[in-house]
């Protein structure tokens, strides 16, 4: 099982390390620390490193390397996915997950990352239970705790760990009962020159925050659940149900849940909310080249598409640049040679053009290469893939919550060739 | 003081608090001022002073010395106090022995509280202190937790067992916890269920013989009621125990499915993988004509498809499985090719996986939307990944022959963009369809030789060589070209040089009245001026031939050659059996089997996919080939797998005795660029040297000839034979590997450490090497070759170094030999001198191999056979050994040696003593019949070898003392 954690910062310093068995040397790190001069960039560091006698798996995260050593035939999904869990608990205790906020909290992250583990097994990653054990820090608290000499942890018994339901504490109370759903889509797509579709599906998401008291139970149904090729479910979905009725059953976890996550990769589902008509052209002699990029609305179902954002990366010779852009703002790092164009909301009545001028270094031959535009952008109240809640239904108690369903698609890894 | 200073603090950072003040001491005195503090009365100061300690203790600080003082902080009914001092404790026990006894009263004072929470952190915490003394303390309690009435106290105790086993194997043993842990697997409670089945997992992994999860129909039904109520990690730990059962029949199998199939709908991709290897192992049992199999199929897409949209790292490990579920049962995601397509902004590695997957699911029906994405990725910028597309297209050309004349036009529009590495790769594929289309596409080599200057890669050169002499008849100034190259020969790598000297031979033999001059030169020049022995033999060698007999040298250097098969890297079959049963774990990520490589897991059982109860054996052989390429895998006969970089088209026919009419072992397919020259040819002068091998051929019909043929064929079924020799004696062993000894040490090899051990794994012989760098500079260009041996043993393939092995680094290579290289008598009979050259020099040792892994697989005679040959063979022939201090019964020392192809024949009982009766077939086609006497309570065991070539004798008793004592 897990040996050993190490968090590394992207400049190679590890700021933490922390053993569930016996103590395994720093210096294991070296053979990452290899692995990573080698990469490019920081994302392409392998996920699995082979040492002579560790295997070091490790994931990218907000800056940092969450870098675990294990020794034994162990399955390195069960591995990256607790490492993600050590991300969130930190992100879901101090409000992100950075160097600064860890050597902050650095008792606590090392309390709580016993309490994640017992020689390597995973011991409580629910974050109600780590909550009840070890609380957060809250600013009041922490100032209040230092007067009065009060402790964090918690000396109740963690009631979840032991129940068939886990992820849910007993003896919840608010005065306000909600229960809010955010349906997100994503749209992962490839589009060639032409403007055509080579790949396209959408990854969906259920996002939950339910405040209600006491253990209720919740059955929430869609108008057109088959449109859903898989779905992954949080544990407290009932699968059977699902199976056997299409509907979502479940008695939630206090607070902030991912409730589904969804796929949706029929070709023709999927609709292309905008289009983007480019050229970037280099001139065969000479050491000039010239960018034309517009970006129109295609199919938004009559919504507004906002916050689009265009970013290209230029190829390396590239000298200077110098554009102009009819709508929104340009910025372009020479380092980096990344041009990011801020557009906005798009108007379908006058289209955002951004054209102008591209040099090379003296003497560079034309690029080889095509750069990739890469687009960001949301749409507020649509879940492009059609999907709808139909209705939300409580059982168990007998208050009558507040109820909501809020829709939005955004561009996830949404790539326009040239 | 402590209060100014925590106020400076605070004004520093804000209203905010944070843990960053306890790093702000940095005066001398540290340690001191932490001492008195943590004496204090006040209690709160005590804590705050733990927690600096502990602070202190993340970052990799030396506290150690505040161990006493720690310590007595200990007694308190603080929680929070009583966690940091234990955390504290873990850390430091192990460097304070002593010291640490102290703790052990409160351990178990508090393994007797009435909060199960206080003696579960007792339980836990005291089996994390790796200390023996306190392990002896612990025993008890221990007891007493794994039976408490709280769950939550025998789940923490669970975990604790595979903690002491790991401290203490024997006490847990000695102790009887072993069968506690084994009794809490039908516990009331679903998470002491998986934590049980997690600790006995991992004590499992350890002894790899014992019986630990004796899994029976009862157990998988508690292990599948637990299942569903128990934690997304615990559920890890369920499935893949699961994993390890074999049921009864095809309906316990099914009803096993059905119930875990829900669990690929879980959020956990670990969990989601996991449930992916239950069901691909079981679905191995169902019929393939039930209804369910079908809808079990059609379940299996969609979550691996999911898998691919989480976050990169996760997507490596799913795409490293996919890659062994595509192969196995291309049928799941042959319509899921989109999903495969890179994206920009992939990492790398990600980009590697998915190109891989992508030619595997090539196919007539999607080629054309895979070339076009091939040749998009083509002009990406990284050149690792660029270089990779431009090899997949000529894959997918040999792959899908509909589709060869569009990849060869669009390798053409590559090469016109004249982009230096993307033309080389270019070149190297266009000589691999070449041989898979001849006389098909030859109109493009003008364009080819176009682009002659710019080739700086050897791999590339030596390509476009073999293609200039291959068609040497149809390019005008073939000649002038070669010639050309001819001028830097010296500066030629190996390959390149091996290459131009068999194209000019080619030439010459087509053009002989131009080529007169330049053969001669180029023959002085390999002869003559070269000290590398691959070239001065073959040099010679077509000296001769060309000399002696022109005729019969246009009939082999011109022969024609076999054809390349359409899939270049696929897993061997019985591997990808083996790791489609690992799915998830590491071993599936390296595509090696695990007890190739996880450390301490030494002899673990090999595993292997049920087989389906309604006789199957046909249905069982993967399909891989025939369902996506659409051609025949029984074609087999002419075509001979091609090596990514196979140049050694050379001879490798009529190395084959030409009476010999089977298919030409698959081995000498595997050749390197023709070092094989003296193989088969001179057998039949030198094999006499070993002792009448050939004579031997005769004494048993044609069977040598043949046999070899079907020495690896990868067949499911023959695989089947192989395992059911035993007559249903239990699981057989492996093969004996000896332990790994260093060959070559760094001092005499300019800090190149070489240490090694040969082994027989699925009937081909591996030299498993690993290679230190203990130099200072990087070492690369790794290459191996032997010097002749007795028995004919060649590296079947390059040695595979990819990567630059830099200072300090260590690799494994494993490099499997074939039997049909040049033969020469050595003495002792197995040694084997080998040179290793890298970029530095080149280094020789020689080594000795266990004779037992040239034992084939179908070394079991026919008892008549065996008796009448027994008889034949003179008995000055007979040698007689004692083996002595051996304490096996017969039954395990025949089971254990035929683990290493030493097949029993016969037994026969007299008067309390055993005689078994062995037969062994070397690669070489020599038989060695064995009678083995055990007596009951007599560890002296007497072994006599008959055999026509008796040196050999020596060698196989060696062999014999090996196996049974290991």
């Given amino acids: 099982m897990i040996n050993s954690l190490f968090l590394i910062n992207p400049s190679g310093e590890i700021f933490l390390e922390k053993h569930w068995k016996s103590v395994v040397s720093r210096s294991v790190c070296d053979y990452f620390l290899e692995a990573k001069e080698k990469a490019l960039e920081p994302e392409d560091v392998p996920p699995v490193i082979h040492t002579p006698h560790h295997y070091l798996i490790s994931i990218y995260r907000d800056k940092l390397f969450f870098l675990s050593v294990i020794q034994t035939e162990v399955p390195p999904l069960f591995v990256i996915e607790f490492l993600h869990r050590v991300a969130e608990m930190i992100q879901d205790y101090f409000g992100e997950c950075s160097e600064t906020v860890v050597k902050d909290h650095m008792v606590m992250v090392y309390e709580l990352l016993e309490e994640m583990l017992d020689n390597g097994f995973p011991l409580a990653t629910e974050s109600n239970v780590l909550k009840e054990m070890i609380r957060p820090p809250t600013i009041l608290r922490s100032v209040v705790n230092t007067l009065t000499g009060t402790s964090n942890v918690g000396d109740t018994f963690p009631t979840g760990q032991l129940s068939t339901i886990p992820w849910r504490r007993a003896g919840v109370r608010y005065t306000n009962n909600e229960a809010y759903f955010d349906v997100v889509e994503e749209i992962d797509a490839i589009l060639d020159q032409s403007g055509t579709t080579v790949f396209a599906e959408i990854q969906g998401v259920v996002e939950a925050c339910v405040k209600l008291s006491g253990m209720p139970d919740l059955t929430l149904s869609f108008m057109n659940p088959r449109l859903l090729d898989d779905v992954s479910f949080h544990p407290c979905v009932r699968y059977k149900l699902w199976e056997s009725e299409r509907v979502l059953s479940f008695i939630p976890p206090d607070g902030n849940f991912t409730l589904m996550t969804y796929h949706v990769n029929a070709q023709n589902l999927v609709a292309i909310p905008v289009y983007v008509k480019q050229s970037i052209s280099f001139f065969e002699c000479g050491s000039d080249g010239r960018l034309d990029v517009t970006v129109g609305p295609k199919q938004t179902m009559g919504k507004t598409v906002e916050g689009v954002m265009v970013t290209v990366h230029l190829p390396k010779t590239i000298l200077s640049i110098n554009l102009t852009a009819t709508q929104g703002s340009y910025t372009y790092d020479n380092g980096t040679k990344l041009l990011v164009w801020d557009i906005g909301k798009l108007n379908p009545q006058k289209l955002p053009n951004l054209r102008g001028s591209l040099s090379l270094q003296a003497g560079a031959p034309k690029p080889e290469e095509n750069p990739s535009l890469n687009i960001d952008l949301n749409i507020q109240q649509l879940a492009i893939s059609g999907l709808k809640v139909n209705r939300l239904d409580m059982f168990g108690e007998k208050y009558k919550p507040f109820k909501g369903v809020k829709y939005i698609t955004k561009a996830g890894k949404f790539q326009v060739r040239t | 003081m402590e209060w100014a200073n925590q106020l400076c603090e605070n004004r520093q950072f804000g209203s905010k608090m944070t843990d960053s003040k306890y790093f702000t001491t940095t005066k001398k005195g540290e340690i001191f001022e932490l001492k008195a503090e943590l004496n204090s009365d006040k209690k709160e100061k005590k804590k705050e002073a733990v927690k600096k300690v502990i602070a202190s203790m993340t970052v990799g600080k030396d506290v150690s010395a505040l161990f006493p003082d720690v310590v007595n902080c200990m007694q308190t009914d603080n929680l929070e106090l009583k966690k940091l001092v234990y955390l504290y404790l873990m850390n430091y026990a192990k460097s304070q022995p002593d010291m640490a006894i102290m703790a052990v009263n409160t351990f178990v004072k508090d393994c007797e509280d009435p909060n199960p929470l206080i003696r579960a952190l007792a339980v836990r915490t005291m089996g994390c202190i790796r200390v023996d003394k306190i392990t002896e303390y612990l025993c008890e309690p221990l007891r007493k937790c794994l039976k408490d009435e709280d769950p939550y106290v025998r789940k923490t105790a669970a975990v604790c067992v595979a903690k002491l086993h790991d401290i203490n194997a024997q006490l847990v043993e000695d102790q009887g916890f072993l069968d506690t842990l084994k009794d809490l697997i039908s516990d009331s409670n679903p998470m002491v269920v998986a934590n049980a089945v997690a600790a006995l997992s991992e004590i499992a992994e350890s002894h790899p013989n014992s019986n630990l999860l004796d899994l029976n129909p009862q157990s998988i039904n508690k292990l599948l009621t637990a299942l569903n109520e128990c934690t997304e990690w615990g559920q890890i730990f369920i499935l893949d125990c699961l994993a390890n059962y074999t049921p009864r ?611 079991k005679m026919e008892r008549q056979v065996f008796l009448a040959t027994w008889k034949d063979i003179p008995n000055d022939n007979e040698s007689q050994f004692q083996i002595q201090d051996c304490h096996l019964n017969s039954e395990a020392a025949s089971n254990k040696l035929q683990g290493s192809n030493i097949f029993t024949i016969a037994k026969r009982t007299v008067e309390g003593q055993d005689m078994l009766y062995m037969s062994i077939k070397l690669s070489n086609g020599i038989w060695v019949l064995a009678e083995l006497k055990v007596q009951a309570g007599n560890p002296n065991y007497t072994i006599s070898l008959k055999c026509r070539a008796p040196e050999v004798s020596q060698c196989v008793f060696q062999c014999y003392e090996a196996v049974l004592k290991n």
């Fill in chain 2, 249 to 859: 029949d095809d309906r316990e199998s099914q009803s096993i499915c059905e119930r875990v199939t829900p669990r690929l709908s879980h959020a956990n991709s670990a969990v989601v993988l996991s449930a992916v290897k239950v069901l691909m192992k079981f679905m191995e049992m169902l019929p393939k004509d039930l209804d369910y199999y079908g809808t079990l199929l059609k379940k299996l897409a969609p979550p691996l498809v999911t898998l691919l949209s989480a976050e990169p790292e996760l997507q490596y490990v799913a795409l490293r499985n996919i890659n062994l579920i595509v192969q196995k049962r291309p049928e799941i995601l042959k319509h899921e090719m989109k999903v495969f397509f890179v994206k920009y902004n992939d990492p790398i590695y990600v980009k590697l996986e998915k190109l891989d997957i992508m030619i595997r699911l090539a196919s007539q029906a999607n080629i054309a939307q895979v070339l076009a994405e091939l040749k998009e990725y083509a002009t990406e910028v990284d050149v690792d990944f660029v270089r990779k597309a431009v090899r997949a297209i000529g894959r997918c050309a040999i792959k899908v022959e509909q589709s060869a004349e569009r990849c060869v036009s669009t390798l053409l529009d590559l090469i016109q963009t004249k982009v230096n590495y993307v033309v080389q790769e270019a070149i190297v594929v266009i000589k691999d369809i070449f041989r898979k289309y001849p006389n098909k596409y030859e109109s493009v080599i003008a364009t080819l030789c176009e682009n002659l200057d710019s080739l700086d890669e050897p791999e590339a050169r030596a390509a476009m060589i073999w293609i200039v002499g291959e068609y040497a008849e149809r390019i005008d100034n073939a000649d002038e070209l070669l010639e050309s190259f001819l001028e830097g020969f010296h500066d030629e790598s190996t390959q390149v040089q091996l290459q131009l000297l068999t194209a000019i031979v080619k030439l010459f033999l087509k053009k002989p009245t131009e080529t007169q001059e330049l053969v001669q030169q180029v023959l002085s020049l390999a002869t003559q001026d070269s000290d590398n022995p691959d070239l001065r033999d073959r040099g010679y060698i077509y000296w001769r031939l060309l000399s002696t007999d022109p005729v019969a040298a246009k009939e082999v250097v011109l022969a024609e050659k076999p054809l390349i098969s359409e899939e270049t890297d696929l897993i061997e079959p019985t591997l990808l059996e083996e790791l489609i049963c690992h799915i998830g774990t590491l071993a599936s990520v390296y595509h090696k089997p695990p007890s190739a490589f996880v450390e301490g897991s030494r002899g673990v059982m090999h595993k292997r996919l049920p087989a389906r109860t309604e006789s199957g054996e046909g249905t069982e052989c993967p399909d891989v080939g025939n369902a996506a390429g659409g051609s025949a895998p029984e074609a087999a006969p002419s075509i001979i797998p091609s090596q990514g970089d196979l140049l050694g088209d050379l001879l490798n026919l009529d190395l084959a005795p030409p009476t010999t009419t089977g298919p030409t072992p698959s081995t000498s397919g595997m050749q390197m660029g023709g070092m094989d020259l003296l193989g088969g040819g001179l057998d039949s002068l030198l094999g006499g040297d070993i002792g009448g091998s050939p004579a031997m051929g005769a004494g048993f019909g044609a069977a040598p000839a043949v046999m070899p043929a079907s020495l690896n064929a990868p067949v499911g079924g023959g695989l089947g034979d192989l395992f059911d020799l035993g007559g249903g004696v239990g699981m057989p062993m492996g093969a004996y590997i000896p332990p790994k000894t260093v060959w070559l040490p760094a001092m005499k090899a300019k800090g190149l450490e070489i240490s090694g051990t040969f082994a027989r794994r699925a009937g081909v012989i591996q030299m498993e090497l690993v290679l230190t760098n203990k130099a200072m500079s990087v070492m690369t260009d790794f290459a191996i070759q032997f010097n002749r041996n007795s028995f004919g043993l060649a590296p079947a393939g390059p040695l595979q170094v990819l990567t630059p092995l830099g200072p300090n680094q260590t690799i494994e290579v494993s490099l499997p030999l074939s039997t049909v290289g040049p033969v020469m008598k050595m003495d002792p009979l197995n040694n084997l001198q080998v040179a290793v050259k890298n970029n530095i020099d080149v280094f020789y040792f020689s080594c000795q191999y266990p004779i037992s892994m040239l034992f084939v697989e179908d070394g």
